[in-house]
Each structure stands twice: as C-alpha cells, then as structure tokens.
C-alpha cells in the first residue's frame, strides 16, 4: 500500500499546494479536469535462498508490471471549499504478490492486484480553506487543486475518503512513486503504520492550522475491518488518531521543513509474544490472528526536507512504533531510518529531468523477529523462519527524463541486502521502468 497507495499518495497532495506570487495569482477556478497515467515495469533476477515461506520474495528471475489511470474532478460549490472525486483504473501485480521485502520496491504495487483491469474510487472528498489573514499567496491549479488565492494563516478542514498521506508525513523529494523513489519505505516513513484499506485509502477527516512558519495538523481515520484488508470497519469502532506540527524556515536562503507525526491505533490486534507462546506449545507455526483483541498501538516519525542548493535538494525520515504488537495497515516495519538527495537537471541543461539517490534501514524488535522464527507471518514478510535475523538494508536510485511537459520516463535501480529481515536470502538487485503521463 503506499502512500497512499501510496501508489499515487502524492500525486494529490491534498495539504500542500502549488503556490504562486500573490501579484501574478491565477484567476479563482471553479471547475478542472486532470488525468494521469503510470506504468511501472519492475523485475529481478534469480538470488540466493536455501529456502522460502509463504510470504517471501521468489528467489526465481521475475518481472511484473503495474498500470494506473486516474481522473481528477474537481468543482468548488462555495468560497474557500473544494469537491474533488478520483475515479480510477488499476491493473498488474508487484513482484511475488506484494510480498517478500518489508520495505516493499513499488509504490505502484498494491497489496492485492488483478491480471484484468478493474475500477475503484480511491478519493472523494469535500475541502474547506478558511483564511485568518495574513499575506495573500496565489495557488496554481493542480492535482485535486484549483487554481485561486489563499490565506498563509488560514485552517484546512478535509472530510471524506483520501488516503492519510495525502496530508500528514508529505515530503517534497520522496513521497511520490509516480514521479521520484519508488521504494514504500523511502515514499513514507516505515512505522508510520497509517489507516488505510489494502489500495492505501481511507474514510476519515483531518483539520489543519497555518500559523506563520507552523503548521498544526490532527486527523481521525477508520481502520480496515481486519488487519491489511481490503474492507474498512463500517462500525468504525476501530480507528486512528494522528497529530502532525510541521516548521518551515530558511537555511542561507534556501527553504527546509521538519514534521513531528505521531499515531495512535485502536483495534484487534495480536500481541508477537501471545502468537509466538501459542506456537511453541501446539508445534504450529504462530498464527498472529488467533490471538488479536482490542487494544492500542502507537509510533512517532520525523520528516525533513531541506534544499542545500538551486536544484539540490536533501531529505531525511525515520521513526519508531511499538514492537510488541503487529502493524496493522501498512508494513512489517518497526524502526527506520531513511535519507538520500534530489537534483534536478539545471546543470546538464534538463532542468525537468531529475536524479534521486536514497538508502533506508528497517528493522524489527526482538519479539517480532521471534514472531518471524516460530513461522508466523506479518503484512509483506514471512519466510518460515528466521534463524539469522538482522536488518534491512535498501538503496535505491533513479533517473526521471522530461519528455515533455505531460509525458516523463523513468529508470530505477534498488539493491535489497537481508530481504525481510533474513540473512539467509540475498541480496536482490531489482530494476524498474516507469512511464508517466500527466495533464
């Protein structure tokens, strides 16, 4: 799931519009039409594994492809509020099913996929800008953005299904598997375990508050019905908190921006100590949906972003989530730290191309890693055991060329060292192309 999922999680960033000069502001849109469309080609060759289990990565040569076709209809019905529905087309599979790396390569690829092309509503949602004063800054038209002016003091209430990433943990370098890295623990912060159904989409509403350099946000947001589902709880009894302050400053006259996220889950799910018990006393491999009951999980990442030169750009995320109860949305990730760079093309006179450079290092506790030993398996991992357990280590680099303004291809290299966290199996060099279209 990414980003929201993340497949196209920043293709629409929902809090950060493009801004213009105050001076030069377009007119107010009432009405716009957007379309894109993405396909991702991604495959590795054969690699080292004395053995595999039922989530692990086929350690057989293999190539999957990914396609995506997605429109942007937005209208605004009255001053400051903005109705945005996205209809969408998706097809393909990510590599072995979406399994086997917990810092899975695609963003593109979700956790289920279909061979046939199929329809779903991933967004559909009410936006509401309130401005308090301040100075008047100019917002270009975008991806479920219209064109218009705003407030820098202002507050954004949004209200309906979007995906959580679509306004909390954004990043201006990597937060967009379409456009820049494709890795999910690069796009996002690892343990950032938001709510979202299996595509990375869910109902709920946040609410923001833009005070001169800061930035508040807040959200509540429905969980799936169970653990990395495809359906949300219509009860909506279990559920997620967030809070989010963002800080914007300048550093020799270059802009950077440093979140704080924070998370809380309630819902049924399984402690890896009760699963890993169980399994030791019956000779079965752990089983963590036996064991679920209601009860809480938590995680904090940071994001920075920071530009050290006119086309250099620099980021860095990572964060922590209690390890002793499993993920219940997004990856088996516990603790991560991820950081890499963005220049674009100025120098060699391709200012629209763009070349990513990026590493990233998840890990898992104790506990989970013993999860993992007795054959239990979480969202993306599980090998049938784990014997030799360490972290896993990803690099990823990239090279986005402009065709033109609408059309851009992209090839991307990532080498994956200890795949779900087993020391037995790699490494994995995987290789991916991607064509994207975009009006």
């Not at 989010?244 to 819902?267: A, D, M, Q, Y």
Request: charged share 20%; hydrophobic share 40%; net charge negative.
């Amino acid at each position: 799931m990414p980003h929201a999922k993340i497949g196209i999680l920043a293709a629409a960033l929902l809090a950060a519009p493009t801004l213009v000069h105050a001076d030069t502001a377009p007119p107010e849109q009432a009405l716009a039409l957007h379309g894109q469309a993405t396909l991702v080609v991604q495959g590795h060759p054969r690699f080292t594994s004395p053995y595999e289990g039922p989530n692990s990565l086929s350690p057989k040569a293999m190539g999957r492809e990914t396609f995506d076709l997605t429109l942007y209809a937005g209208a605004r019905p009255w001053k400051g509020a903005e109705l945005w529905v996205n209809p969408e087309i998706d097809q393909g599979f990510g590599l072995s099913n979406t399994l086997g790396v917990a810092g899975f390569p695609s963003g593109e690829a979700y956790k289920v996929g279909k061979s046939r092309p199929y329809v779903k509503l991933p967004r559909a949602f009410l936006r509401q800008t309130i401005d308090l004063g301040g100075e008047t800054e100019g917002v270009g038209a975008d991806l479920n953005q219209l064109a218009g002016a705003q407030a820098s003091d202002r507050v954004v209430l949004t209200v309906g299904k979007f995906s959580v990433v679509d306004v909390f943990d954004t990043n201006a370098y990597a937060h967009d598997p379409r456009r820049d890295f494709l890795n999910w623990s690069v796009v996002d912060a690892g343990p950032f375990d938001y709510a979202a159904n299996a595509w990375g989409y869910t109902y709920g509403a946040s609410a923001e508050l833009y005070q001169g350099r800061w930035t508040l946000r807040a959200g509540a947001f429905d969980l799936s019905s169970e653990p990395n589902s495809a359906r949300l709880d219509p009860s909506f009894s279990q559920f997620q908190l967030i809070g989010e302050i963002e800080e914007r400053h300048s550093l020799h006259g270059l802009p950077g921006k440093l979140k704080i996220t924070t998370f809380v889950t309630r819902g049924r799910m399984g402690r890896f100590d009760d699963a890993t018990r169980a399994a030791l006393a019956s000779g079965a491999p752990a089983d963590i949906a036996a064991v679920r009951h209601y009860q809480g999980r938590s995680g904090i990442s940071f994001n920075l972003e920071q530009r050290i030169a006119p086309d250099v750009g620099v980021f860095a995320k990572g964060g922590v989530a209690g390890g002793s109860v499993e993920p219940y949305e997004f990856a088996d990730i516990d603790r991560s730290l991820a950081a890499g760079l963005s220049v674009a093309g100025g120098a060699w006179r391709r200012p629209d191309d763009t070349i990513g450079l990026a590493g990233v290092v998840n890990d898992i506790s104790a506990t989970h890693q013993r999860f993992l030993a007795a054959g239990g398996t979480g969202i993306l991992v599980g090998d049938g055991r784990l014997p030799n357990p360490g972290a896993e280590w990803i690099a990823e680099a990239y090279y986005d060329w402009a065709l033109t303004r609408w059309l851009h291809v992209s090839l991307d290299y990532q080498f994956v060292e200890h795949p779900a966290y087993n020391r037995d199996r790699g490494p994995v060099s995987i290789g991916a192309a991607r064509l994207h279209a975009q009006f």
